[in-house]
């Protein structure tokens, strides 16, 4: 799709400086303030290619009733977001001539796959929401074939190529309406037109699933809160030392012995589950096995192929924490293990997403000295048997149609020469970020010094005395939704580097976090990272995105997000957001 300059899109819209309401902020949007109102007699027509899958077919028509109930029966009411006192609501009569009849969502293409590969995505959409007079502008093409054929007056307009932007603008359009506090849904914008696409293919949420137990429900929860906020990406943390929440159907005891509970992990169907419904809303699930370290769960099952399992009281001398273990690495054993269990999982994943983390953070060189097939500690020593680890680990991957990803500490610490496929995840900053895409691997970005939900939380280890007061985690202080928004995955790299960045995530690793805090905890926090890698940390003219913009768009967003279910913290007193400007810092400069 061909982007124009905003000023030469719809010439009669009254431009606004600012976008109001949709978060994240679209690459061009243009509206009135005409009000136009839509209800249950409104008809939602799905005008496809004849060949396309009856699959996405079949997905976008869940994604178009999803829409339908969010716009229509399950609106915001924006009170907390108009100034105190002043009736908001538009006049209700008159109405029937000002409603929207028809939506036409229009998809270009079937030529998509089920589980595209990044280089095959494509998320643009364009939406078109018709004045009182009707579509005001069709000195686009496609536009005016589509008004030839549908009609100017009471009929909105999604286009986009593939089924992804399609879900996209559903979202998006959603955002452009409000519930009167009587009766009726109306928007107070028209008209719009909205041309948008994402900055990053990869925008992700990492959720850890070892460190506490999240049922099902939860993830979806986690999942629907992602949609809105336009990530693709659910990264699936399902294991680590602490337990193995997974069904591995040829090997049972890993999940009857691993679990924290009886029955607490996630068997075959629950996985296909959480992938379908990911699906179903634009979003890749991207499942994580970390390995060799933070695999002492394994060890509950098969105790043979781990090495310094549960190391105490010095677990600190093996471990980044408690419990030490990490797969032996010379060891034939380990091999049969990692080839059966890839054979047994990756396939059931393929056909949603051709991707599979191998991890590979935090490997501890002492552990190794306990291995029998190493027994040393030295890096230059273990190195090899590193290297002939991974080769085997990720040509099990491969022969089951997925790419590898893995953590950064792989090529830049220990310095193993992986294919430039692989795709390398990056944590510790952005010296990071440079000294991956420097060797030529595609990046996910994310540091810790901005994009960790569970930092500011305080130590959850005991102490013994007052040595440690005040028993700050190593992470802290907490990251604020601006100090999230501040971070931009490419900053100081060169064009030709830049573009090895695929995107990043946020984290929420679960020392501190379960199902009954990860709402208020992730949410809308990492909506802020979620518009950084939707739109961009800069604008057109290249500035950075100010707080005074992006505030009462989060907040409102926050809002649309309780009125769904999602019990996501506010981000200021609710004072300000009836006092728009009134709660900035005074500028002294």
């Known amino acids: 799709m061909v982007y124009k300059e905003a000023s030469e899109l719809?010439?009669?819209?009254?431009?606004?400086?600012?976008?109001?309401?949709?978060?994240?902020?679209?690459?061009?949007?243009?509206?009135?303030?005409?009000?136009?109102?839509?209800?249950?007699?409104?008809?939602?027509?799905?005008?496809?290619?004849?060949?396309?899958?009856?699959?996405?077919?079949?997905?976008?028509?869940?994604?178009?009733?999803?829409?339908?109930?969010?716009?229509?029966?399950?609106?915001?009411?924006?009170?907390?977001?108009?100034?105190?006192?002043?009736?908001?609501?538009?006049?209700?009569?008159?109405?029937?001539?000002?409603?929207?009849?028809?939506?036409?969502?229009?998809?270009?293409?079937?030529?998509?796959?089920?589980?595209?590969?990044?280089?095959?995505?494509?998320?643009?959409?364009?939406?078109?929401?018709?004045?009182?007079?009707?579509?005001?502008?069709?000195?686009?093409?496609?536009?005016?074939?589509?008004?030839?054929?549908?009609?100017?007056?009471?009929?909105?307009?999604?286009?986009?190529?593939?089924?992804?932007?399609?879900?996209?603008?559903?979202?998006?359009?959603?955002?452009?309406?409000?519930?009167?506090?009587?009766?009726?849904?109306?928007?107070?914008?028209?008209?719009?037109?909205?041309?948008?696409?994402?900055?990053?293919?990869?925008?992700?949420?990492?959720?850890?699933?070892?460190?506490?137990?999240?049922?099902?429900?939860?993830?979806?929860?986690?999942?629907?809160?992602?949609?809105?906020?336009?990530?693709?990406?659910?990264?699936?943390?399902?294991?680590?030392?602490?337990?193995?929440?997974?069904?591995?159907?040829?090997?049972?005891?890993?999940?009857?012995?691993?679990?924290?509970?009886?029955?607490?992990?996630?068997?075959t169907s629950d996985v296909q589950d959480i992938y379908m419904y990911a699906e179903d809303r634009g979003i890749q699930v991207i499942m994580e096995i970390d390995m060799p370290g933070h695999t002492s769960s394994i060890g509950l099952a098969y105790p043979a192929l781990i090495t310094g399992q549960n190391i105490q009281p010095l677990w600190t001398n093996t471990a980044a924490q408690p419990p030490s273990g990490h797969l032996k690495l010379n060891n034939t054993n380990v091999e049969d293990f990692l080839t059966n269990l890839f054979n047994d999982v990756v396939p059931r994943l393929t056909p949603y997403c051709k991707y599979f983390h191998t991890g590979g953070d935090e490997v501890n060189k002492n552990i190794y000295l306990l291995d029998e097939g190493i027994k040393s500690a030295d890096q230059a020593v273990i190195k090899p048997y590193l290297e002939r680890f991974l080769k085997h680990a990720h040509g099990a991957v491969r022969r089951n149609g997925a790419t590898p990803f893995v953590w950064e500490e792989m090529v830049l610490e220990w310095g193993v020469d992986l294919p430039k496929d692989v795709i390398v995840q990056t944590w510790l900053g952005d010296e990071s970020v440079k000294g991956a895409v420097a060797k030529g691997y595609r990046v996910i970005a994310g540091t810790y010094q901005n994009w960790y939900l569970d930092c500011g939380n305080g130590q959850w280890l005991d102490f013994h005395g007052n040595s440690f007061y005040p028993y700050n985690d190593w992470c802290g202080p907490k990251k604020s939704w601006r100090t999230m928004y501040s971070y931009d995955p490419v900053r100081g790299l060169p064009a030709d580097q830049a573009k090895l960045v695929l995107g990043g995530e946020v984290h929420i690793w679960s020392e501190q976090i379960d199902e009954y805090s990860i709402d208020s905890t992730v949410w809308p926090r990492a909506g802020a990272a979620g518009e950084v890698l939707w739109s961009g940390r800069q604008d057109a003219q290249g500035k950075n995105r100010t707080f005074p913009d992006a505030s009462p768009r989060l907040a409102e967003i926050r809002e649309r997000m309780v009125n769904w279910g999602i019990a996501a913290s506010p981000i200021m007193q609710l004072w300000c957001h009836q006092h728009d400007g009134d709660c900035q810092f005074p500028n002294t400069s």
Not at 67 to 82: D, E, G, M, Y
Not at 186 to 212: E, W
Not at 221 to 226: H, P
């Open 10 to 267: 719809v010439a009669s819209l009254v431009f606004a400086k600012f976008a109001i309401a949709i978060w994240p902020i679209p690459a061009i949007y243009e509206h009135g303030s005409e009000i136009v109102w839509i209800d249950r007699t409104t008809k939602w027509v799905f005008d496809y290619p004849n060949d396309l899958d009856p699959l996405i077919d079949r997905r976008v028509r869940r994604a178009i009733d999803r829409a339908k109930h969010a716009t229509v029966k399950n609106q915001l009411v924006p009170w907390k977001l108009k100034p105190h006192g002043v009736d908001f609501d538009p006049p209700a009569d008159g109405r029937h001539h000002s409603t929207i009849r028809k939506v036409i969502i229009q998809q270009l293409s079937s030529n998509e796959t089920r589980a595209p590969a990044y280089e095959q995505m494509d998320e643009s959409y364009e939406i078109y929401l018709p004045g009182p007079k009707g579509i005001q502008s069709t000195d686009y093409g496609l536009l005016e074939a589509l008004v030839q054929k549908h009609g100017r007056m009471s009929t909105a307009y999604i286009v986009a190529p593939k089924s992804a932007g399609v879900i996209q603008a559903l979202t998006t359009f959603s955002q452009l309406f409000y519930a009167h506090t009587k009766d009726g849904v109306y928007s107070p914008l028209a008209p719009v037109a909205i041309k948008d696409k994402p900055k990053f293919v990869h925008r992700g949420v990492n959720l850890d699933t070892s460190r506490q137990w999240y049922p099902k429900a939860a993830i979806l929860k986690v999942i629907d809160g992602m949609a809105w906020n336009k990530f693709n990406r659910l990264h699936f943390h399902v294991t680590d030392s602490q337990s193995w929440p997974l069904e591995v159907p040829s090997m049972p005891e890993l999940a009857l012995k691993g679990a924290y509970y009886k029955g607490l992990y996630y068997n």
